[in-house]
Nanobody, 121 residues
Framework: QVHVVESGGGSVQPGGSLRLSCLAS????????MGWYRQAPGKPRELVAS???????NYEDSVKGRFTIFRDNAKNTVYFQMNSLKPEDTAVYYC???????????????WGQGTQVTVSS
């Protein structure tokens, strides 16, 4: 079982930056991929970025070119660098381990508490 704790959220103005962190603990040797999700008010939770242990990375179209996912295996931490933030990026951001089923990444572990990102002028 892998447990995750997200941190790094906050309130920024449009165009600003934030770096989120996701610290994993427990059976971290079993992790094959991790992802960042976000959930805006009234909307379903969506996967916006994923990274595998082989280094394969994918982004949802709305964050491509602005957000970067990367990992520090020694620290069991996955980061999410978010630049050029827009009001529509406002959401609670979660990380989770992933498993691929019929070509789709799906969340595998328990959800953490998430971290709030608010982009507003």
């Amino acid at each position: 079982q892998v447990h995750v704790v997200e941190s790094g959220g906050g309130s920024v103005q449009p165009g600003g930056s934030l770096r989120l962190s996701c610290l994993a603990s427990g059976s971290t040797d079993s992790i094959r991929a991790m992802g960042w999700y976000r959930q805006a008010p009234g909307k379903p939770r969506e996967l916006v970025a994923s990274i595998t242990t082989d280094g394969d990375i994918n982004y949802e179209d709305s964050v491509k070119g602005r957000f970067t996912i990367f990992r520090d295996n020694a620290k069991n931490t996955v980061y999410f660098q978010m630049n050029s933030l827009k009001p529509e990026d406002t959401a609670v951001y979660y990380c989770n381990t992933l498993t691929k089923i019929t070509g789709r990444w799906l969340p595998l572990g328990d959800w953490g508490q998430g971290t709030q990102v608010t982009v507003s002028s």
